[in-house]
């Protein structure tokens, strides 16, 4: 299966951290990826992570992973308003992106 | 280095005509994907390129959609003749090749039919 799972909205205050959470289905997942998507633009490549690790930082995004539990999750430190978007995970398993629907973050002042 | 480019960036056509989307990916890039994203949903993956040969089409409602890649580089996806449900962002992705590797993303082309 490649079900990839999010929760769809979170609100969190400016300059709070925010905790996007997903889960996949797929055990043989090489890789899992977040995207950023604003308004009107395509995909940003945000980070990525090899399944053999289980935590990733870079900057102001941590990505931890739980391959037991097949959970993904992206805590964004000191959330600004430029961070409002839809954020998407994304799976790899062979070529193939598998991505979930996506959470709109809102960065509220 | 520039990233991937698509063009237009928004069509509105009526049900039944016919469209046609371009995609220029990032130079040296050896893999190209076309992708439908339905409002509120994420990516589905339509077709695979490695070079000008097709790795995956399973996705692709073939009776409607086509997509080629030539010369390996540039590549066009058309839709003949849309339906409604087409309506859609179509997005355009590259990669250098090979298990693993990123996939960069275009701007998208955002398909209104009515």
């Known amino acids: 299966g490649e079900d990839v799972e999010q929760s769809l909205f979170l609100s969190v205050r400016e300059g709070d951290s925010s905790v996007i959470n997903c889960t996949y289905t797929?055990?043989?997942?090489?890789?899992l990826y977040w995207y950023k998507q604003e308004p009107g633009a395509g995909l940003q490549l945000l980070t990525y992570?090899?399944?053999?690790?289980d935590m990733k930082q870079d900057q102001r995004l941590t990505v931890l992973l739980n391959k037991k539990d097949k959970h993904l999750s992206l805590r964004i430190a000191d959330t600004q308003t430029g961070d409002s978007a839809i954020y998407f995970c994304a799976e790899r398993s062979d070529y193939k992106l598998s991505f979930g629907a996506g959470t709109t973050v809102t960065v509220r002042a | 280095e520039a990233g991937v480019a698509q063009s237009p960036r928004y069509k509105i056509i009526e049900k039944r005509q016919s469209v046609a989307f371009w995609c220029n990916p990032i130079s040296g890039h050896a893999t190209l994907y076309w992708y439908q994203q339905i409002l509120g949903q994420g990516p589905k993956l339509l077709i695979q390129?490695?070079?000008?040969?097709?790795?995956?089409d399973s996705q692709l409602p073939k009776d409607r959609f086509s997509a080629e890649r030539l010369k390996g580089v540039d590549s066009t996806l058309k839709i003949q003749p849309a339906k409604l449900e087409d309506s859609a962002v179509y997005l355009c992705?590259?990669?250098?090749?090979?298990?693993?590797?990123?996939?960069?993303f275009g701007p998208g082309t955002r398909l209104l039919v009515l």
């Open positions: 992705a590259s990669s250098l090749g090979g298990v693993g590797e990123t996939q960069y």
């Open positions: 797929d055990s043989s997942s090489t890789y």
């Open positions: 992570i090899f399944s053999n690790m």
């Open positions: 390129f490695q070079n000008n040969g097709v790795v995956d």
